[in-house]
């Protein structure tokens, strides 16, 4: 079924809107009527009649300013922050919501976040799980169904463009699992935790399909691979993700070994830059690591991707969106607590509402 689609407003409807339900105005027009009361019981008193003349005129001007302001973010791209927490608190959560507006308006200078909540009856609220997932590939994709449930109900209401600004605080293997739902199709900005600070490192607020998904051109840059990464492919591929500051590999070796009983190719992905990716735009690390996968998957004798990672969420999302729910990928997340791997996530079965 096709979504209702909102009709695009004018300025001076928006403005009007506004204003209509706006209690400022009844005060000020209560305040209006005591000062022109007052005059017309003493009209003699000439400085009473320009003082308050004045005043009216100018908290006019200001008044019709400030809504005129609004209605034209209002009428303008509308900024959606998009968050996910996952084994905080609710305050945590909250404070990490408060944050993610912050950051947006910094980026954007759009602050008007309660008059859009207002003025389209809607409410921003977060994705959030106060206890950590449990590796069950149910609730991994309940939690993943209720956040595109929140989004989509936003995209039905608001009319106009609409940019989404991801904070997500929580496993990678979930920011995978959540850039693969939302894919290539909207605008938006994915935001990084660092030095106590949201960054945005993936602004995809124009052709997001080619920064992420573009052929590559030249060798790479941001990773590495062995020379014979690509040789003795099996069904049943591992892929290594090396994107943080410590290898997983030894892990994943042990655990497909002793606990999977496997003997699957592994494919080990390290980085260049130490751990710790210190340049402003990360897409062309998720270019990188997109080609990998694309390559693998286009390799006859490559059935299904068993993804194990080590990476920040901001890059997690972006690699998530440029897979989408196509590529068969198994996501695998580490479970300190038990000291293994589980199977989370299959990305070609989530099913994607955005």
């Known amino acids: ?26 005060f000020f027009g209560l305040s209006f009527l005591t000062w022109l009361v007052a005059y017309l019981s003493n009209p003699e008193n000439v400085a009473v009649g320009v003082v308050g003349g004045g005043s009216f005129l100018v908290g006019i001007l200001f008044y019709f300013q400030k809504h005129r302001a609004l209605a034209r973010q209002l009428t303008g791209i ?21 944050l993610a507006k912050e950051s947006t308006c910094s980026v954007t200078g759009f602050r008007s976040f309660d008059v859009m909540e207002k003025f389209f009856r809607i409410k921003l609220s977060l994705g959030h799980s106060e206890r950590p ?22 995209a039905e209401t608001l009319y106009g463009t609409k940019v989404y600004h991801v904070f997500i605080q ?53 990773i590495e691979v062995a020379p014979n990464a ?10 290594v993700l090396e994107m943080a ?35 402003d735009d990360w897409a062309p690390v998720v270019q990188e690591l997109n080609s990998i996968l694309v390559r693998l998957h286009s390799t006859p004798e490559v059935q299904r991707i068993h993804l194990f990672h080590s990476m920040p969420v901001a890059s997690a999302f972006g690699l998530g969106m440029a897979l989408g729910t196509v590529t068969p990928v198994i996501v695998y997340n580490w479970e300190a607590r038990e000291s293994t ?14």
């Open 1 to 26: 079924m096709a979504k209702s689609v909102q009709p695009e407003k004018s300025l001076w409807r928006t403005l009007w809107a506004s204003i209509v339900e706006d209690r400022d105005l009844v």
């Open 78 to 98: 509308k900024h959606i922050p998009v968050v996910c927490v996952v084994g905080k608190t609710d305050s945590e959560a909250q404070r990490t919501f408060d």
């Open 133 to 154: 997932l449990p590796p069950d590939r149910a609730a991994w994709e309940e939690f993943i169904r209720r956040v595109q449930e929140r989004i989509d109900c936003l």
């Open 170 to 222: 929580g496993p990678s293997s979930l920011a995978l699992g959540l850039g693969a739902v939302f894919g290539c199709k909207h605008p938006l900005i994915a935001y990084q935790w660092s030095a106590g600070v949201y960054k945005p490192v993936l602004d995809l607020r124009e052709n997001p399909r080619g920064k992420i998904r573009g052929s590559m051109s030249g060798d790479y840059r941001y």
């Open 230 to 239: 690509f040789e003795g492919l099996t069904t049943d591929t591992a892929v």
């Open 245 to 279: 500051g410590h290898s997983p590999l030894g892990t994943v070796q042990s655990y497909i070994r002793d606990t999977l009983k496997s003997n699957w190719k592994i494919v080990a992905v390290g980085n260049t830059f130490g751990g710790t990716l210190e340049e």
């Open 341 to 354: 791997y589980y199977p989370v996530l299959e990305l070609n079965k989530l099913e994607s509402r955005l």
